[in-house]
């Protein structure tokens, strides 16, 4: 507990054997309560090693995509009670050593949300972040902040605290279940009204850390432009998705192990 708040850190895997030990061994667990795996149906020993270092883990009976591994994961934090959720990659580009931070701009507020910001401090290159990525991520976020009228330093970033709140609140089944699914939640919490702060984070580019290819990327860019389109559509009253409705599918109540196709093996 953290100021009588339970702390569940998620890390949503894939083929992650490499990095995961050694960021689950940064994890301040003074103050996290549980860290949740799920694994999307990864060909190296991830799931081997999250067993043996005696983490929650989950698995996905055949590869579904990066969103659809974030809805277990926060399904998941969800039914083991935490106040603070937080997603950190397990193929340590982003630091542990920031959770305590994150955690208390959450707790102790004004924040729904926490991002882990590269841009912040400039440590986006020095950390090895390719040059078109670095340009991309400021051209879209600049689009973003016009579009959903925001002030965010980058929407891109994988290391995020919700509270629970925010988790229970936002329709996450209506979203993709690919990597477009971290900016469709983002403009969620924005659209719903949930206060956003950042930090600075250092990241680290290097050959275990998880990237996509540059198709990936273009595609990955294209949806989300659409989504802050649709954001400023609906804002405006002009058009009406399902992602900005507040009656829309939630995540499982049941937890987790609801979502077809999900086993619990730890």
Known sequence: MFHGKKIVVVMPAYNAERTLERTVAEVPMDLVDEIVVT???SHDETVTIARRLGLSTLVHEENRGYGANQKTCYAEALR???DVVVMLHPDYQYSPRLLPAMIAMVTDGPYDVVLGSRILGGSARRGGMP???YVSNRFLTATQNLLC????SEYHTGYRAFSAEVLR???????SDDFVFDNQMLAQALFAGFEFGELSCPAAYFEEASSINFRRSLRYGMGVLSVSLQF???????????IFDRQGRRLPEEGASA????RRVG
């Open 149 to 152: 009228s925001a002030k965010l």
């Open 169 to 175: 609140s936002l329709s996450l089944e209506e979203n």
């Open 80 to 82: 083991l009670g935490a």
């Open 39 to 41: 694994d999307d149906a």
């Open 259 to 262: 979502r077809e196709g999900v």
């Open 232 to 242: 400023f559509l609906q804002r405006h009253g002009l058009r009406h998705f399902p």
């Open 131 to 133: 040059y078109y990525k």
